[in-house]
């Protein structure tokens, strides 16, 4: 069975700061690993995704994330933060075998001024 | 770009009737998905639908819900005989590809059940 779990329900960051949202996933089967992001009233917006090509990830916003099969891990970071990063954002784990995905529980990032 | 689009963006309704939840996939997508979450809690899977039947369900997906795609656009979520606890945003998604391929999520619609 997939699980995913996001540590840290709420994180603030400083703008211009390092974002580091963290995702550990379970899978019995080799993963597909999504990020996707909510802004308020909106639907969920694909940020990146791995399918078992190159380990490092890059998505739009300067969002990337890092697939490590020994951490079991799938975090999400960006470098310098900006104010309109702040929203809901959700890691997401499907196998080669179904095709539904498994969320987390998201993780709310604030940006401070 | 293409959208998911879903209607209404908000729907209140008195506990016990039935609901009908309004989505238009992205027109060269495949597979349709309806996903929910409740205040607070994951985003959960409660449906897929491929080649005009349903291809997986959750176990949340029981005898209350039904899906239909009627006219070869809109695909729908009925909820037969609505309870407090279906109260939750509900997210329609579409894929081109089932298998390790993106799902592309519309705005949800919030269904309060009064």
């Known amino acids: 069975a997939q699980s995913v779990t996001q540590l840290g329900s709420h994180v603030s960051v400083s703008e211009g700061a390092l974002v580091l949202l963290r995702c550990n996933y379970s899978?019995?089967?080799?993963?597909?690993l999504f990020w996707y992001v909510q802004y308020p009233n909106q639907g969920l917006q694909l940020l990146l995704k791995?399918?078992?090509?190159?380990?490092l990830v890059k998505g739009i916003n300067g969002f990337e994330a890092e697939f490590k099969k020994s951490e079991t891990s799938f975090h999400l970071t960006k470098p310098s933060a900006h104010m309109s990063d702040a929203a809901e954002y959700f890691c997401?784990?499907?196998?080669?075998?179904?095709?539904?995905?498994?969320f987390g529980t998201g993780t709310s990032l604030t940006v401070i001024p | 770009e293409p959208e998911v689009t879903q209607t209404p963006s908000h729907q209140v309704t008195q506990m016990g009737q039935e609901v009908i939840l309004r989505c238009v996939p992205i027109s060269n997508h495949l597979y349709f998905y309806w996903y929910r979450q409740i205040l607070g809690q994951k985003v959960e899977f409660l449906v897929s639908?491929?080649?005009?039947?349903?291809?997986?369900k959750s176990e949340i997906f029981d005898d209350q819900f039904s899906v239909e795609r009627p006219d070869g656009s809109n695909f729908t979520l009925k909820i037969r005989s609505t309870k407090l606890e279906d109260s939750a945003m509900y997210f329609c998604?579409?894929?081109?590809?089932?298998?390790?391929?993106?799902?592309?999520f519309g705005q949800g619609t919030r269904l309060t059940v009064v």
């Open positions: 899978s019995s089967v080799p993963p597909y």
């Open positions: 997401a784990v499907s196998d080669q075998i179904g095709n539904q995905f498994y």
């Open positions: 639908f491929y080649n005009n039947e349903i291809s997986e």
């Open positions: 998604a579409s894929s081109v590809r089932g298998r390790g391929t993106e799902a592309f």
């Open positions: 791995y399918t078992s090509a190159a380990t």
